[in-house]
């Protein structure tokens, strides 16, 4: 699911003048997730990346065995975000303060879905950003299922 949703995007991001990298190792563990909602959280990363990437950037798409699960990065080189917001940043409505954010369109609702689809697939969200440097941000999933998935009455 990642490397099709990765390529599905691959035009849109080209056409604001970045360059994507998809970097998807063929060995990894089959996980527990609905495709269509992890789908959904990719394309929101991703064009966020896109969307707020400096012109003539780069849009990276990494997925890595990682210490406590299955790791997905999605990262950018762009207006990044202040250390002050990055807790706010997956509140329902939050947008950023600054100006080069605030030129752009958004709800600020994005995040907040991300966030709860992430979790409900038992993971987590992190992101790691400085202003004027970019963000990643970083998706732990837990190669098992989370607790009662599958449970029936």
């Known amino acids: 699911v990642v490397w ?23 060995d990894l563990p089959p996980l527990w997730l609905d495709r269509e909602a992890i789908s959904q959280v990719l394309i929101n990363l991703i064009s966020n990346a896109a969307k707020y990437g400096d012109e003539g950037g780069w849009v990276r798409v990494k997925v ?35 100006p080069n954010v605030r030129k752009k369109k958004g709800t600020g609702i994005g995040l907040t879905i991300v966030r709860y689809i992430v979790e409900a697939h038992g993971g987590a969200i992190t992101v790691d950003s400085a202003p004027k440097q970019g963000s990643t941000f970083t998706i732990t999933f837990p190669i098992e299922p989370p607790e009662g998935y599958g449970a029936t009455d």
């Open 4 to 26: 099709i949703t990765a390529e599905a995007s691959r035009e849109a991001i080209e056409s604001k003048g970045h360059v994507l990298e998809v970097d998807v190792p063929d």
């Open 64 to 98: 890595r065995v990682g210490i406590d699960g299955i790791d997905l990065m999605v990262s950018d080189r762009g207006v990044g975000i202040a250390l002050e917001e990055q807790d706010k940043i997956f509140e329902h409505f939050f947008r950023s303060s600054d």
